[in-house]
């Protein structure tokens, strides 16, 4: 069992920047952040293998946001900048701890889930 603790988020003004992060319990394979809005399907935000070697990310937020993670920490971040109202969701980290042969941007890939944390971006 593997618990994850998230950090950060909150409210910003359009253009500004925040950065989430969430802490592991124990190790970790490839970790992702995920995102969803009332009435909508959670999507993917951005992935990274353990290694950092593997990096994806979603359409709306490459080039504005970075993911990164400190494995001694057992820890994964999510830098966002040059906000948009747009990006204002719930955000949750994820975590794989096995091979599934899912695809990054699959939820299925992960088993185990952060209790999420709001980001709300003012226009």
């Known amino acids: 069992q593997v618990h994850l603790v998230q950090s950060g988020g909150g409210l910003v003004q359009a253009g500004g920047s925040l950065r989430l992060s969430c802490a592991a319990s124990g190790r970790t394979l490839g970790m992702a952040w995920f995102r969803q809005t009332p009435g909508k399907q959670r999507e993917v935000v951005a992935f990274s293998s353990r290694e950092g070697n593997s990096l994806y990310y979603g359409a709306s937020v490459k080039g504005r946001f970075t993911i990164s993670r400190d494995n001694a920490r057992n820890t994964v971040y999510l830098q966002m900048n040059s906000l948009e109202p747009e990006d204002t969701a719930a955000y949750y980290c994820?975590?794989?701890?096995?091979?599934?042969?899912?695809?990054?941007?699959?939820?299925?890939?992960?088993?185990?889930w952060g209790q999420g944390t709001q980001v709300t971006v003012a226009s």
């Open positions: 994820a975590a794989e701890v096995s091979n599934t042969g899912a695809a990054y941007n699959n939820a299925l890939r992960y088993t185990y």
